[in-house]
């Protein structure tokens, strides 16, 4: 059982360059979400799903998109790279009314 | 936005209780109050979470008013690696998690 899996661990992306985060989780949770965490901020969410399917806008969801094609992987996706998107992005799952298991962080810098 | 208030930072001297306070007046009936941590930049770890009566686990105690308005989170004996960010949180019928700034609890020897 390994929980939620983050990959890459860290990346370097250059300004205008596309990339994909991947989450996936072996608990068979119905509900992931994805966050990001600035230095010193606290998280804020940027995209989540209830179901394989189904997703919907967090409170930053600009610049950023998801698919949940199977209740395991939620991957989420930069367009086009900016110097803002600088951050650590963490990845979470839970059943409903369990909490959250959240992933060990991918750290995402752009130059 | 987060619907919660927790006071920015704490300290708590090691093997003593620490009480971290957590307004949500807002709260509705069928919401639920979830509490994490932050230990350096890992991901959060869940804690407790409750609906209206107290809970306890291996972890921490959680203490709900009778009105719903506030809680306690309680580490009935605090150690220097419970030193971390903790976050009160009002999960919605929409199960989103809507982190707040948290409490920064300083344990010290």
């Known amino acids: 059982n390994a929980g939620v899996t983050q990959t890459p661990k860290f990346q370097v992306l250059k300004t205008g360059q596309s990339m994909t985060l991947q989450c996936a989780q072996d608990?068979?949770?119905?509900?992931m979400s994805w966050y990001r965490q600035d230095p010193g901020m606290g998280l804020r969410l940027i995209h989540y799903s209830v179901g394989a399917g189904i997703t919907d806008q967090g409170e930053v969801p600009n610049g950023y998109n998801v698919s949940r094609s199977t209740t395991e992987d939620f991957p989420l996706r930069l367009l086009s790279a900016a110097p803002s998107q600088t951050s650590v992005y963490f990845c979470?799952?839970?059943?409903?009314?369990?909490?959250?298991?959240f992933g060990s962080g991918t750290r995402l810098t752009v130059v | 936005d987060a619907k919660t208030t927790q006071p920015t930072s704490m300290d708590c001297a090691e093997g003593r209780a620490a009480n971290l306070p957590c307004n949500h007046s807002?709260?509705?009936?069928?919401?639920?109050v979830y509490w994490y941590r932050q230990i350096h930049s890992q991901g959060p770890q869940y804690i407790i979470h409750?609906?209206?009566n107290n809970e306890t686990n291996e972890m921490a105690s959680l203490i709900i008013t009778e009105d719903r308005k506030s809680s306690t989170l309680i580490l009935p004996h605090a150690t220097l690696r419970d030193t971390a960010v903790y976050y009160c949180i009002v999960r919605d019928n929409t199960d989103k998690l809507i982190f707040g700034t948290g409490t920064r609890l300083q344990v010290f020897p």
């Open positions: 807002t709260i509705s009936g069928n919401e639920y």
């Open positions: 608990m068979n949770h119905e509900y």
């Open positions: 979470a799952s839970s059943s409903y009314g369990d909490g959250y298991t």
């Open positions: 409750g609906l209206k």
